[in-house]
């Protein structure tokens, strides 16, 4: 069975500090992306990777930043965690867009910042 | 840039009664639309989605959706529904030709509560 896994279901942390969010795909997919999900919001992009060690902005960039060194592995960092950044983060990947597949999701990571 | 509206952000529905969750999105360009279900603490998984051919898509528990490009939209549909179909629904649509890596765009989420 294909998977994105999210290390952690649940994290909380405090204020300033430096957060990791790792996400590992199994599909040898090209794209890999993070969002956050807000109530009422829904899901709001913040990075997205196409080929490993290349990176592109979502529409929510602003504290955030990524890291692509191998094509399975996407992480997420928050620089320097701050209470708005409390939310549920989902990470996905994706085969190229010409075939049509959709995104396949993790579980998602719960984080809290205190 | 696509938005994509989903016109109910709560669907309250009885138990083997029908429910018709709305999708409108903006543009009329040639696009991919898919509807993802989440249930509770978990991650989205996808239950249909459209890319060409055929305007009427089946996907899995039942759930079927109706694209109409005159109108720019992809209503999902369930003619009886279980209690355990009370999730959050999304829609989302990627715009072929503005983007080449596929990016989905999703709309605020529907939640869908079914009581006996």
Known sequence: DVKVTQSSRYLVKRTGEKVFLECVQDMDHENMFWYRQDPGLGLRLIYFSYDVKMKEKGDIPEGYSVSREKKERFSLILESASTNQTSMYLCASSSHPGRGGGYTFGSGTRLTVV | ?116
Do not use: M
Not at chain 2, 97 to 110: R, V
């Open chain 2, 1 to 116: 840039a696509q938005s994509v509206t989903q016109l109910d952000s709560q669907v309250p529905v009885f138990e083997e009664a029908p429910v018709e969750l709305r999708c409108n999105y903006s543009s009329s360009v040639s696009v991919y639309l898919f509807w993802y279900v989440q249930y509770p603490n978990q991650g989205l998984q996808l239950l249909l989605k459209y890319l060409s051919g055929s305007t009427l898509v089946k996907g899995i528990n039942g759930f079927e959706a109706e694209f109409n490009k005159s109108q720019t939209s992809f209503h999902l549909r369930k003619p009886s529904v279980h209690i355990s179909d009370t999730a959050e629904y999304f829609c989302a649509v990627s715009d072929r030709e503005a983007d080449s890596w596929g990016k989905l765009q999703f709309g605020a989420g529907t939640q869908v509560v079914v009581t006996p």
